[in-house]
């Protein structure tokens, strides 16, 4: 028995049903599996606009090849408007088409008269706890315990890194050979550091700059892991990923941001991303995970360190102080 064929009008609009639906829900479902984030990764409208242009742009071509695939696509076409699928059939969808398209028209032209929408509150504090206010990022100001041990791993050519950007600089050292781990940052505190070692004479100070260059680096790996997605390279919040939200991520860099929140909001922030907020801060335009779940207190402090270096701000002080 011979199977039934389907034509060319058919097959093309199954493959604009198919790229639309695998856009639109297929790979927001797959991110969702690769991420393991708690929501899927939202494809942004500008994005699904040129996947379905360049899927019509390729089906024309392929219609369009040669004369017996326009004449095998233009088949039904015909034979619906002489009325080949009855002529009943035929009034309906040309009244229903025009009629579609009025509907549409209408709805975009339309002055719409809504509810004030809620204000949102940019740094909403209601629920925050009131311990975390006082808190300072232990890795700004690092102890002189931690200077100490810093010191002592310098002076043993035996730095310790977190395990994020461990292979990174053990690859360096293979290929470079340097004299000291530390020359992989060429910044002015580390080499001073790299010049006091070879003296023999090691300031305090200096390992402690040195000490938070090396916090910073490794804060600035674990955002780029984590947040530039979102937030970007330049903490503008103008990541590759800001355009698929509906409120895009903040913007460190502007002055009405975190330079006017405590380091301990921040921290409370990042911690338990949107779900945390309140509801005044409608917790549903805030899409930053919770990342108590995936990231470690130390790690979230790093990455804070990280943010304020990068955006060039200070936080505020707390008001007890």
């Known amino acids: ?12 609009v199954l493959t604009l049903l198919a790229v639309y639906a695998l856009v639109k829900w297929g790979i927001p479902a797959v991110s969702r599996e690769v991420t393991t984030l708690p929501f899927p990764l939202p494809v942004p409208g500008t994005l699904m606009f040129f996947y379905m242009v360049l899927t019509i742009v390729a089906l024309f071509l392929f219609v369009t090849f040669s004369e017996e695939g326009l004449s095998d696509f ?10 080949g699928y009855t002529k009943s059939l035929r009034a309906v969808v040309l009244t229903a088409i025009p009629a579609l398209i009025g509907w549409q028209v209408y ?19 209601s629920n925050f706890p009131k311990s975390f206010e006082a808190k300072k990022n232990p890795f700004s100001s690092p102890t002189e315990a931690e200077v100490d041990a810093f010191i002592e791993q310098a002076k043993a050519n035996e730095v310790v890194f977190i395990p994020q950007v461990r292979d990174d600089v053990e690859r360096w050292v293979d290929e470079i050979g340097p004299d000291h781990v530390l020359e992989f940052f060429p910044v002015a505190p580390m080499m001073k550091l790299l010049a006091q070692l070879q003296s023999g004479d090691v300031d305090k100070e200096t390992a402690k700059a040195a000490l938070i260059e090396k916090y910073l680096f490794e804060g600035r790996a674990l955002y780029a892991m984590n947040c530039r997605a979102c937030h970007g390279d330049s903490v503008a919040g103008d990541g590759p990923m800001a355009d698929g939200f509906k409120l895009r991520p903040i913007n460190f860099a502007d002055n009405g941001t975190i330079e006017t929140i405590v380091e301990g909001y921040t ?8 779900p945390g907020l309140p509801n005044e801060a409608t917790p549903w335009d805030s899409a930053m995970p919770e990342w108590k779940l995936s990231l470690t207190e130390e790690q979230r402090w790093r990455i804070i360190l990280a943010e304020y270096n990068l955006a060039q701000k200070t936080p505020r002080m707390p008001e007890s102080h």
Request: hydrophobic letters at 35%; aromatic letters at 8%; zero cysteines.
């Open 107 to 125: 709805e975009i032209t339309v002055p719409k008269v809504e509810v004030p929408s809620s204000l949102r509150i940019q740094h909403p504090s």
């Open 267 to 274: 921290f409370w922030r990042v911690t338990n991303g949107g």
């Open 1 to 12: 028995m011979k199977k039934p064929r389907i034509g060319s009008f058919l097959s093309v």
């Open 74 to 83: 233009l088949k039904p076409v015909k034979k619906f408007l002489r009325g």
